[in-house]
Nanobody, 114 residues
Framework: QVELVESGGDLVQPGGSLRLSCTTS????????LGWYRRTPGKQRESVAT???????HYLDSVKGRFDISRDKAKNTVYLQMNNLKPEDTAVYYC????????WGPGTQVTVSS
């Protein structure tokens, strides 16, 4: 069962922006801190950003000041606004709880290239 569904990935040029969306169940949304992860083939999956049920946020050092994570309770959706994208941001992006304990979906591909 896919419990969190990602969308919004695309091909963009360096300096561009994308907004990723993660829609989940009301239960998961209200109980867990949620977050975004990314993986490139040959590299470990890493946490990009997390947001707690009280609104506390944490970011990977390399995306601080460029990415913003937010929650929309009415839609059970978590967003990741990505600005000033760099080629090194290229990866498959996944959403999960903040500890990555739920099942993983297919993710959404973000490619940053000129």
């Amino acid at each position: 069962q896919v419990e969190l569904v990602e969308s919004g990935g695309d091909l963009v040029q360096p300096g561009g922006s994308l907004r990723l969306s993660c829609t989940t169940s009301e239960y998961i949304f209200n109980i867990y801190a949620l977050g975004w992860y990314r993986r490139t083939p040959g590299k470990q999956r890493e946490s990009v950003a997390t947001i707690s049920t009280t609104g506390d946020t944490h970011y990977l050092d390399s995306v601080k000041g460029r990415f913003d994570i937010s929650r929309d309770k009415a839609k059970n959706t978590v967003y990741l606004q990505m600005n000033n994208l760099k080629p090194e941001d290229t990866a498959v992006y996944y959403c999960n709880d903040a500890w990555g304990t739920h099942s993983w979906g297919p993710g959404t591909q973000v490619t940053v290239s000129s």
